[in-house]
């Protein structure tokens, strides 16, 4: 199965879903994130995310952001969006009910109340990295859960 994370930059929420994600399936899952603007195409992740991932153990040094593409709709199973304007997004690029499916908000997906968000640290500060880092750490635990049972 291949899981695709989403949130607008690529470079703060999704990074740290998809590192997170990463090691808690077994190797056979592939897990990639991308973001629904294409501004920091290329650049690894924000510093804080990478060192708010390596605070517990998780390097997600090597990541680097990309945008969306018409053809992860078919290559991937799974695309959780972090926040409703990244689902909107995402929902608008996609061309059948096929890939529409495929497309949830990850943290309604994970068991959480609907049109709950990740919120975006990238105007915040470390502390806001670690909630988000709980919040995606909860949430992959719940949608690993299911993906497995
Ligand atoms: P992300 O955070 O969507 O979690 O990667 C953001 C990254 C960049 C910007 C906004 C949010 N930005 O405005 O450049």
Request: glycine fraction near 6%; hydrophobic fraction near 35%.
């Amino acid at each position: 199965m291949k899981i695709l994370m989403v949130c607008l930059g690529n470079i703060c929420r999704s990074p740290l879903a998809e590192g997170i994600m990463k090691t808690k399936l077994p190797e056979n899952f592939f897990v990639d994130s991308a973001g629904t603007i294409s501004m920091h195409e290329g650049k690894h992740p924000d510093k804080r995310a990478i060192k708010t991932a390596s605070n517990h153990h998780i390097d997600i040094s090597n990541q680097k952001s990309r945008p969306i593409t018409k053809a992860d709709f078919e290559t991937f199973d799974k695309i959780y969006c972090m926040d409703v304007d990244v689902y909107g997004d995402v929902i608008s690029k996609t061309r059948n009910e096929d890939q529409r499916r495929k497309v949830s908000l990850f943290l309604e997906a994970a068991g959480n109340q609907k049109n709950a968000e990740v919120p975006d640290p990238y105007w915040g500060d470390l502390n806001d990295f670690e909630d988000v880092f709980q919040l995606l750490d909860k949430g992959c635990d719940a949608i690993k859960n299911q993906i497995l049972s």
